[in-house]
C-alpha cells in the first residue's frame, strides 16, 4: 500500500523515464495477459524522436513532501480524428500500479487527460476497454464516460502489418502510380 501521507502530481513525461514507462506497460500487458511485442528503443521513438506518433502523461507519488522519482501510474495517448465529429483523443494505456490504486491517482491521471482534450479542444476522449475488465469499465463510467461501442454498435477492424505487406504486394496495386508517402 502506499502510505497516507502520499500526495500525487500529473506531469509530462521526461524523456529519461521512458524505461520506467516501459516497466509499467509491461506490468500493464501482464495484468491484461496480453502480449507486447513493441520495444523500448522503438517507444522512445515515437515518444521523443523527430516524427511523434504518441504523448505520455504519468502520476508521480511525492512521499513526505520529497519527490523521489517514483512513478505511480502512466497514460499514453495520441490524437485521433473523426470527420462526423472532430478531433478526438486516443487513450492506449491507462494504468496505475497495484500499490497505488484506490488512492485518487486514476481519476487524476483521466482529469489530466481530458484537461488535455479540452486544451486541444477535442470533441470526445476515447480508450477501448475489455469487457471482462469490470473493475476499470466502472471507474470509467464513474469518471462519466459512456459505452460507445453498445451505443453505434462497430466492430473495429485490424489489419495487421503482416497482412497489409501481403495486401500490398497484391496485384495491380502499383504504389509508385498511386500514393504519395507524405502522410
Ligand atoms: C482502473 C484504474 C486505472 C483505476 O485507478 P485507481 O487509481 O485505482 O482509481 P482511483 O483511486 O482514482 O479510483 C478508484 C476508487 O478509489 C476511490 N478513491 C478516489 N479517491 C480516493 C482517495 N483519495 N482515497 C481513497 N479512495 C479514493 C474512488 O472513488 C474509486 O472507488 P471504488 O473503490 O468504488 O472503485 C486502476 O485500477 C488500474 O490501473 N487498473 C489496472 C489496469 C487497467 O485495468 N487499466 C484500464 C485499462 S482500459
Not at 15 to 21: F, I, L, P, T
Not at 98 to 109: A, E, Q, T, W
Request: overall charge neutral.
Amino acid at each position: 500500500m502506499a502510505g497516507n501521507s502520499d500526495r500525487y502530481v500529473i506531469r509530462e513525461l521526461k524523456e529519461e523515464e521512458v524505461g520506467q514507462v516501459f516497466d509499467m506497460l509491461l506490468e500493464f500487458a501482464d495484468y491484461l495477459k496480453a502480449s507486447v511485442s513493441n520495444t523500448q528503443d522503438a517507444l522512445q521513438r515515437d515518444l521523443f524522436g523527430d516524427t511523434k506518433r504518441c504523448y505520455c502523461l504519468v502520476a508521480e507519488c511525492i512521499v513526505d513532501g520529497v519527490y523521489k522519482n517514483q512513478l505511480a501510474g502512466y497514460s499514453l495517448y495520441f490524437p485521433a480524428y473523426n470527420s462526423f465529429t472532430g478531433a478526438i483523443l486516443h487513450i492506449n494505456d491507462f494504468f496505475v500500479r497495484d500499490k497505488y490504486r484506490g488512492n485518487g491517482v486514476g481519476m487524476l491521471l483521466y482529469q489530466a487527460v481530458a484537461k488535455k482534450a479540452i486544451d486541444l479542444d477535442c470533441q470526445a476522449v476515447d480508450l477501448l476497454v475489455r469487457p471482462s475488465n469490470k473493475k476499470a469499465t466502472e471507474f470509467y463510467e464513474r469518471m462519466g464516460a459512456v459505452n460507445h461501442t453498445e451505443g453505434v454498435g462497430r466492430h473495429r477492424m485490424r489489419l495487421t502489418r503482416i497482412r497489409m505487406e501481403d495486401l500490398v504486394k497484391t496485384k495491380p496495386f502499383d504504389l509508385a502510380n498511386c500514393v504519395s508517402n507524405d502522410l
